[in-house]
Structure formats: structure tokens, C-alpha cells
T-cell receptor, first 113, second 115 residues
Framework: GQQLNQSPQSMFIQEGEDVSMNCTSS?????WLWYKQDPGEGPVLLIA?????ELTSNGRLTAQFGITRKDSFLNISASIPSDVGIYFC?????????????FGKGTLLTVNP | SAVISQKPSRDICQRGTSLTIQCQVD?????MFWYRQQPGQSLTLIAT?????????ESGFVIDKFPISRPNLTFSTLTVSNLSPEDSSIYLC????????????FGPGTRLTVT
């Protein structure tokens, strides 16, 4: 099946620093989504991207749909302690059905105050 | 986005028994999805459950092990049968978005530990 390569696997940063993480695929995706999961909770949708080249912001978060449709990145600016969590990319592959999503393995973000 | 609740939030079960997880949505949705998240891992789709039809299972998941019911447009259950320690995971339900169907919104999850 489709696989997403998400990196980095984990990040340890100081409060106030900017963060960048990305996902790549060997095949084309129609949709890219970014989720955050806090401990003991379900993933929460942060940003959804639908067009190649699309750049979308949600507060301090910015995500882009790669022009090749095979990658996406998420940036977090001026990180704060509540940004701690696991960030997942997810995508709907081209030619996929029933709106099924494929998830990356996640990026564990730790923010030191 | 829809508000999704799951019951139970967590459970400890003995091997060989079964656990049924409920997923309730505060609005009518066509598609509901069930995922498994093994410890420290990503989300893996178990099946898609549409009201009025049989659930569609992903490769590696079978109905005998993970029977699903979808009696109406706001409710679904997932049963994990004949439990073994390898079934210890978080089980999550999700629903499609109301605007863009590609977006999925998740419940809080059910943490299952099998002893």
C-alpha cells in the first residue's frame, strides 16, 4: 500500500524556536492533512491542503502542498510549551477510494520552556 | 466539525474475551472509520463503515476478528474478538468532514490493554 515517510521522527527544541517537519511519498497524493495528537487524545486536524503548491496558515502553523504532489511540510513558528505532542501527516492517494487516508509515522515534538 | 465520543475510554481485558467499543457522533454522517494505533505507532485503518451496508475491511483485518455494526447515521460499534496481548492498542473512530469529505475528525480513542 501507500506509504508516507515523515521526518524527523522526533524533535527537541527550546520555547520560541521555529519547527519544520515534512512528509514525502513515492506516489501522488490528492490531499494532504496535518494532525496533532496529545497524550490520551485522538488526533486533531490542524490544516488541510487540496491543491499542488497551496500554502495555508492556521495561527502559528503553516503547511504547504508540494508542487509535485508527493510531499508536504508543516512549520510551527515561535513554539510554545503547548505545542508538545505528536504531529502526523496524512494523505489521500491519487486513485484512492472512499476517502481513505494514509498516515505518516509521526513527529514527536518536545518544547523545553 | 462533528463532536465524537467513544465508550469505554479505556479497558483492561483478559485474553480470549471480547471488547465492544461504541462511537457516537452528534450529527449524521455517511462514512465512519475505525483505526488501530499500536503503542508508539501511527494509525492504521481497520475498516470503513457505511450505514446500510457491510463494512469494508483493509488488508490484514477480517470481520471475524473485528465485527462492526453501523445501525444508523450517528452510531457504530467495533468489537475486538478473541483478545490476545497483541490487540493492546488505542482504537479510534473517525468521521468524514461536513465540508470536505477528505477531512476526517477523530474521537478520543479507546485504550485497550489485554492481559
Amino acid at each position: 500500500g501507500q506509504q508516507l515517510n515523515q521526518s524527523p521522527q522526533s524533535m527537541f527544541i527550546q520555547e520560541g524556536e521555529d519547527v519544520s517537519m515534512n512528509c514525502t511519498s513515492s506516489s501522488i497524493f490528492n490531499t494532504w492533512l496535518w494532525y496533532k495528537q496529545d497524550p490520551g487524545e485522538g488526533p486533531v486536524l490542524l490544516i488541510a491542503l487540496y491543491k499542488a503548491g497551496e500554502l495555508t496558515s492556521n495561527g502559528r502553523l503553516t503547511a504547504q502542498f508540494g508542487i509535485t504532489r508527493k510531499d508536504s511540510f508543516l512549520n510551527i513558528s515561535a513554539s510554545i510549551p503547548s505545542d508538545v505532542g505528536i504531529y502526523f501527516c496524512a494523505g489521500q492517494p491519487s486513485g484512492g477510494s472512499n476517502y481513505k487516508l494514509t498516515f505518516g509515522k509521526g513527529t514527536l515534538l518536545t518544547v523545553n520552556p | 466539525s462533528a463532536v465524537i465520543s467513544q465508550k469505554p475510554s479505556r479497558d483492561i481485558c483478559q485474553r480470549g474475551t471480547s471488547l465492544t467499543i461504541q462511537c457516537q457522533v452528534d450529527s449524521q454522517v455517511t462514512m465512519m472509520f475505525w483505526y488501530r494505533q499500536q503503542p508508539g505507532q501511527s494509525l492504521t485503518l481497520i475498516a470503513t463503515a457505511n450505514q446500510g451496508s457491510e463494512a469494508t475491511y483493509e488488508s490484514g483485518f477480517v470481520i471475524d476478528k473485528f465485527p462492526i455494526s453501523r445501525p444508523n447515521l450517528t452510531f457504530s460499534t467495533l468489537t475486538v474478538s478473541n483478545l490476545s496481548p497483541e490487540d493492546s492498542s488505542i482504537y479510534l473512530c473517525s468521521v468524514e468532514g461536513t465540508g470536505f469529505l477528505e477531512e476526517q475528525y477523530f474521537g478520543p480513542g479507546t485504550r485497550l490493554t489485554v492481559t
